[in-house]
């Protein structure tokens, strides 16, 4: 069983930032992309930015030049660093990876987090 949990997610003003975590735990034999995703109320979920294991990154339009994506492959964990925060990017958070399992080390599985909550003040 793999887990993700993020952190980090809160309240801050227009203009300011924050920096959400993911740590991925468990039966994990590798992680090849991970992602991160937000969901807005009565809106679809949506990438936000991901970074494949070697490190290569894709970004939103909505989110380009304000946030970066990073990962510590050591700890497989995925950071999101968003600065100039707006009120649109008020959402859920969630984390998402492609994990291959020692059980089955042939096939990735896709995981999400439980979410976690950034509000952004106007």
């Known amino acids: 069983q793999v887990q993700l949990v993020e952190s980090g997610g809160g309240l801050v003003q227009a203009g300011g930032s924050l920096r959400l975590s993911c740590a991925a735990s468990?039966?994990?034999?590798?992680?090849?992309?991970m992602a991160w995703y937000r969901q807005a109320p009565g809106k679809q979920r949506e990438l936000v930015a991901d970074?494949?294991?070697?490190?290569?990154?894709n970004y939103s339009d909505s989110v380009k030049g304000r946030f970066t994506i990073s990962r510590d492959n050591a700890k497989n964990t995925v950071y999101l660093q968003m600065n100039s925060l707006k009120p649109e990017d008020t959402a859920v958070y969630y984390c998402?990876?492609?994990?291959?399992?020692?059980?089955?080390?042939?096939?990735?599985?896709?995981?999400w987090g439980q979410g976690t909550q950034v509000t952004v003040s106007s």
């Open positions: 998402n990876a492609d994990v291959r399992t020692p059980l089955v080390p042939y096939r990735y599985h896709n995981y």
């Open positions: 468990g039966s994990i034999f590798s992680i090849n992309t």
């Open positions: 970074i494949a294991n070697g490190g290569r990154t």
